[in-house]
């Protein structure tokens, strides 16, 4: 077998710097011929019975731990930078681009406001918010007042104030029901409520009301997506059953993820959106 030299294999497929000369070795195990080694591993020639497919699988693991390492270390930092939040209590962990959040919190808007901000760090490809809220004494309240607050704020609301909606609490938890007109009000009620002192979680069961679906609705949708993403709606697929539409494909961030689905459910007469886009590597820029 004729060799090939250490950094003509990694060139190809394996940035150098993850691995090293001892551990190629150890790794491998399955040299059939003489080992040259000099230091800096630009002359090391190496006789291999493995090709190059063989090293990216020993060390594929190896780069997404250092990748999740990299990826916990910026969500933490952006989590210390966010004011909003006490990211004292906070816990963060990654695994294959998927970040987990535990620990405790004083409010639902700040649970609300760690996950907004983690989602926004660039690589992060999903979230598990796991983060307990832990009512001080200050913020503790009965929930009849939450239920008269909570009511009151949406009477009050210009965006809500004419909608079907209707308020439950039990132990600090707020469920939402009834109807509203478009799903931005759906939105809206839930961010209204959440900012009440004593919410401990909400739960929202608001629908929107059907309406009548304008013709060429996959045409009008995917020339809103192409105003919000440009090159990167011509990779998403948009499956229409009724009123109801599917997302499928892989775009950059969870933010260009957010922002599609809210430009498809600005689509005159949607009732219900499934959005199974995917975050990842390799979306046209």
């Known amino acids: 077998m004729p060799p090939f030299t250490f950094r003509s294999c990694l060139t190809a497929s394996v940035p150098e710097r993850w691995v090293s000369w ?115 004494s200050a913020h503790k309240r009965t929930d009849t007042d939450i239920a008269k607050a909570a009511l009151s704020r949406i009477n009050d ?13 039990n132990d600090g938890r707020v469920t939402l029901d009834g109807s509203v007109d478009w799903h931005y009000q759906r939105r809206r009620a839930e961010e209204t409520v959440r900012y009440i002192r004593g919410v401990r979680e909400i739960q929202n069961n608001l629908t929107v009301k059907p309406a009548t679906t304008p013709a060429n609705l996959r045409g009008r949708i995917r020339t809103a997506l192409e105003r919000r993403v440009d090159k990167e709606a011509a990779g998403i697929d948009i499956e229409i059953a009724g009123s109801a539409v599917t997302l499928t ?17 600005a689509s005159p007469g949607i009732t219900d959106v499934t959005n199974k886009l995917v975050v990842g590597r390799g979306v046209a820029a």
């Open 22 to 136: 001892y551990e190629i070795v150890l790794r491998c195990r399955c040299l059939s011929g003489a080992v040259s080694h000099s230091r800096g591993l630009r002359t090391t020639s190496l006789y291999f019975a493995v090709d190059h497919h063989s090293i990216l699988r020993a060390y594929a693991p190896m780069a997404i731990k250092k990748r999740d390492k990299e990826l916990r270390q910026h969500v933490i930092d952006a989590l210390d930078w966010e004011p909003s939040i006490d990211s004292n209590n906070i816990g963060v962990t990654v695994s294959s681009g998927v970040v987990t959040l535990t620990g405790h919190v004083i409010t639902l808007a700040e649970k609300r406001q760690a996950e907004k901000t983690a989602l926004s760090v660039a690589g992060v490809k999903g979230l598990a918010n796991e983060i307990e809220v832990t009512l001080v």
């Open 157 to 169: 609301h210009v965006q809500l104030s004419d909608q079907d909606v209707q308020i439950s609490v």
């Open 249 to 265: 494909g892989t775009v950059r961030s969870w933010a260009d993820r957010e922002d599609i689905e809210r430009a498809v459910w």
